[in-house]
């Protein structure tokens, strides 16, 4: 079965450095990924996905992500966090017709 | 894109009772979802809402108690029935674009006493 596996429940940085956000997949064929963002009391925001082709995206808000098959990841990444990016970040996977969400990350900035 | 509106935003209601959420798609779209969110956990896919047949319900989930219509292509409604304070959470819904591209409402947090 499809699945979506984010390891880290809470990351924290400082505002100016750099962010990774893990992200792991389970599925057969080539997975249709997807990640958003959640800010507090806030609906998902769609940051970018990926279909097919190139295997590095671009994304929203400065946000890129690459899809390697070979460890199943799509790993979110930004260079500079800026504090506004504090919120809680989940990683999607499309099946046959509905999403799988990982468990979602909460990142914290610090001034 | 889509363009979701939702309302109530939030509200507060008493045990028994029922509300009902309204979902607004500013365009058709094929498939509408709709999730709930319990406090500090990810989303858990309530039922896709059909337009003009029955909704499909996930595990756990059952007609009586989320109803969910779908009259046309851009509006959902959920009601969550005989209210409990375990159905305190935040009610998203969602819909699907043809580009395979899933887009959220805002939420309706649901408060039960």
């Known amino acids: 079965a499809q699945s979506v596996t984010q390891p880290d429940i809470h990351i924290t940085v400082s505002e100016g450095a750099s962010l990774e956000l893990r992200c792991n997949y389970s599925y057969g064929a080539t997975p249709y990924l997807f990640w958003y963002v959640q800010s507090p009391g806030q609906g998902l925001q769609l940051l970018l996905k990926?279909?097919?082709?190139?295997?590095l995206v671009q994304g929203i808000k400065g946000f890129e992500a690459e899809f390697k098959r070979s460890q199943s990841s799509f790993n979110l990444r930004k260079p500079s966090v800026h504090w506004s990016d504090a919120a809680e970040y989940f990683c999607?996977?499309?099946?046959?017709?509905?999403?799988?969400f990982g468990t979602g990350t909460r990142l914290k900035v610090l001034a | 894109s889509a363009v979701i509106s939702q309302k109530p935003s939030r509200d507060i209601c008493q045990r028994g009772t029922s509300l009902t959420i309204q979902c607004q798609v500013d365009?058709?779209?094929?498939?509408m979802f709709w999730y709930r969110q319990q406090p500090g956990q990810s989303l858990t896919l309530i039922a896709t809402?059909?337009?003009?047949?029955?909704?499909?319900?996930e595990s756990g989930f059952v007609i009586d108690k989320f109803p969910i219509s779908r009259p046309n292509l851009t509006f959902s409604t959920l009601t969550v029935s005989n209210m409990s304070p375990e159905d305190s959470s935040i009610y998203l819904c969602?819909?699907?674009?043809?580009?395979?591209?899933?887009?959220f409402g805002p939420g309706t947090r649901l408060t039960v006493l």
């Open positions: 809402a059909n337009q003009g047949s029955e909704a499909t319900y």
């Open positions: 969602s819909a699907r674009t043809g580009q395979d591209e899933q887009f």
């Open positions: 990926y279909f097919s082709g190139d295997t």
């Open positions: 999607a996977t499309s099946g046959t017709y509905k999403y799988i």
């Open positions: 365009s058709q779209v094929t498939m």
